[in-house]
Each structure stands twice: as structure tokens, then as C-alpha cells.
């Protein structure tokens, strides 16, 4: 237990007293803690403290914990932000992500083992690495910041590239494909600034390439298109890819834009200010994630390669050993 001084300063909101007090019963052993049952009384707190971490319930009357955790990254920047809910409430996901920017998504009931490292570690990352004073949000209408940076685009819909290079005309270079071999690939030859990825791509998921890529590569940054991925799926997103946006589709052109913008600012913040990274740490994945992703790739490209034999190299042995290659040079390791 450390002293009043260096104990992490905690705000748990709940409008559910019981669960505060649990929440307080759980942390005070290691950390400050304040409670609060209401969005309105959370946000006064805020006002008057400088908390490390503040902890939300989602569903509560008046305010939603999505609602509270924006107000909070407005008035306290440097506050980390986990959002618990017991329902697996999509928009509210979706939104914890693109409004909030939320550190972590706990669910109820939490892993009484789990919890307090997972708040110690958001302590130590607030108390060692201050939040970057310089905004990424923007409008509709703000210019492009760009100066030639690479954007990769998976996608099964070719649309998407073309909107995507629309947007960003000759300021950035855009690089579209539909499969994840060829995104590895181009991953391994080039700097990627900012991936835009769909959550599968052909009949893979396509995330499991997105969090490997931040586990290994965190100054990327990753906006996930989405059309009916599950709140399981973009739970995990957020605890171990750091998800910076999520796209709904149908896209609209014009909040596409607004986020393309905002993913570069955020990508020049981090490789301005390298410690910021820390700020985007994430669980870490599966020991055999990049093993189970290279092998669903490599069985895709045998069967591409089944399909059209005349026209495809995918399957060949040549292939398969350049796309071994590819895995071990971006994520570091040898699959086993």
C-alpha cells in the first residue's frame, strides 16, 4: 500500500450504491478511491480533483457512463478512462471508442483479481505519461493534414479505396486490398501511417491482424469499418487493438473524411511525442495468435489458388515461405 501521497487517485461512478461500495471495498486497498452515484456528481468531483482513473458504470439515469467519460476527457485530459457496463449495449461500445476514448471496457461482474491491475497500470500510465495537449478532434471542413503518408485500406469492397483516395487526393498515398496476405505484405515493404480495415475480409477476421499490429507496432493507427460485427468482438478491439475510430457502413463520406483527418493528426502525436504510446498500451494477445492467423491466410490463399490456378501464385511453396517471412519480420517471433 503506498502513501496518501503516491496512491492513485480513483472515481468510481455507479448509480447503484452497492456497486460503488464493492468497487470501493476492491480498490481502496491500493488506491485513493472516491464514489459518486450520478453523472452530474462525477463530473463535480472532476472538477475539484485530479484523478488518475475514473471508472463508469454505462447504463445510469440522467447520463450515460459514455456521456460522463467524454465530459471527463474534455475537463481532465489526462484522466484514463474505463467504461464498465453488464450489457453488451453496441452503440454504447461503438461510442466509448469514437467519443470517450476509453483505456479499457470492463464487464460486469468483473474478475476481482484482474480489476485492480488493470487500474494500477492506467494509474502508472497517468502519472508518467501526461496526456498530449494537443487536439486531434476537428470538423467536416478542417484541411487535411497530410505530407505523403501511407494509408492501408482492407476492404472485400474496392468502393472503399476509391472513396478513401478521394478523400485524401495527393496528400497521402492510399493502398487498397482486399485480402490479408497482400496486407501483410505491404505492412512488411513500407510504413503504413493508418490502417482503415473492415472487421472480416473475406471469410477472415480481419482484427486479429489489427491487434497483433498494435500489440507490435502501436504508432499505427487503426480505424475499424464495421457493419454487424458483435459487441464481443469490438470489446476486444478496444482492450487489445487500441481502436482509435469506428466506421459504421454504410460510410458517410463526409464523416469519413473527418476521420481520416483526425487518424493522421493522432499518428503524427504519436511520432512527435513517443511516450504518448504508452497512453494506447494493450492486453497483451493470445502466445499463439500470429500462428492461428497465418495459418487461416495461408489456407485462404490455397484455396484462391485452387480456384483460379491460371492467374494465382498464392499457394505455391515460393509464397507460402515469402509469407512465413512476411509474419516473423512484422510481429517479431516464429510461430511455433
Known amino acids: 500500500m503506498g502513501t496518501p501521497e503516491n496512491r492513485g487517485k480513483i472515481l468510481c461512478v455507479d448509480d447503484e450504491p452497492g456497486i460503488v461500495r464493492s468497487l470501493q471495498w476492491l480498490l481502496q486497498k491500493e488506491f485513493e ?3 459518486a452515484t450520478s453523472g452530474a456528481e462525477a463530473l463535480e468531483l472532476v472538477k475539484q480533483h485530479s484523478f488518475d ?24 485530459p489526462n484522466t484514463m478512462r474505463i467504461l464498465l457496463t453488464g450489457y453488451s449495449d453496441m452503440q ?46 476537428v470538423s467536416e471542413d478542417a484541411p487535411l493534414v497530410a505530407n505523403g503518408e501511407r494509408i492501408l485500406v482492407i476492404d472485400d469492397d474496392p468502393e472503399m479505396g476509391r472513396a478513401v483516395s478521394e478523400i485524401v487526393g495527393n496528400a497521402a498515398n492510399v493502398t487498397f486490398t482486399r485480402n490479408l ?12 501511417s493508418v490502417i482503415v480495415s473492415e472487421t472480416r475480409v473475406g471469410s477472415i477476421d480481419a482484427t486479429r491482424l489489427v491487434r497483433l499490429m498494435k500489440s507490435k507496432h502501436p504508432e499505427i493507427v487503426t480505424v475499424m469499418l464495421t457493419g454487424e460485427s458483435d459487441a ?34 493522432k499518428h503524427h502525436a504519436l511520432t512527435d511525442d513517443p511516450k504518448q504510446l504508452f497512453r494506447h498500451a494493450v492486453e497483451h494477445t493470445a502466445p ?49
Request: charged fraction near 20%; hydrophobic fraction near 40%; proline fraction near 6%.
Open 33 to 35: 478511491v472516491f464514489t
Open 288 to 336: 499463439d495468435a500470429m500462428h492461428s492467423l497465418m495459418s487461416d491466410v495461408e489456407k485462404t490463399a490455397r484455396q484462391t489458388d485452387a480456384a483460379a490456378p491460371a492467374t494465382a501464385a498464392a499457394g505455391t511453396p515460393g509464397f507460402m515461405a515469402s509469407l512465413g517471412a512476411s509474419f516473423r519480420r512484422l510481429f517479431g517471433s516464429s510461430p511455433n
Open 53 to 76: 482513473v475514473v471508472i463508469s458504470d454505462q447504463r445510469m439515469p440522467g447520463m450515460t457512463g459514455v456521456e460522463v467519460l467524454r465530459e471527463v476527457r474534455r475537463l481532465s
Open 181 to 192: 496476405a497482400d496486407a501483410v505484405g505491404i505492412l512488411n515493404k513500407e510504413p503504413v
Open 232 to 265: 464481443d468482438t469490438i470489446t476486444t478491439l478496444i482492450n487489445q487493438g487500441q481502436i482509435y475510430r469506428f466506421v459504421p457502413k454504410p460510410v458517410r463520406t463526409g464523416y469519413l473524411k473527418l476521420v481520416l483527418n483526425s487518424a493522421l493528426r
Open 92 to 137: 454504447a461500445i461503438v461510442q466509448s471508442v469514437n467519443e470517450s476514448e476509453v483505456f479499457r471496457f470492463i464487464n460486469k461482474p468483473w474478475n476481482i483479481g484482474e480489476l485492480p491491475k488493470v487500474v494500477g497500470q492506467a494509474v502508472t500510465i497517468a502519472r508518467t505519461h501526461p496526456a498530449d495537449k494537443a487536439s486531434t478532434e
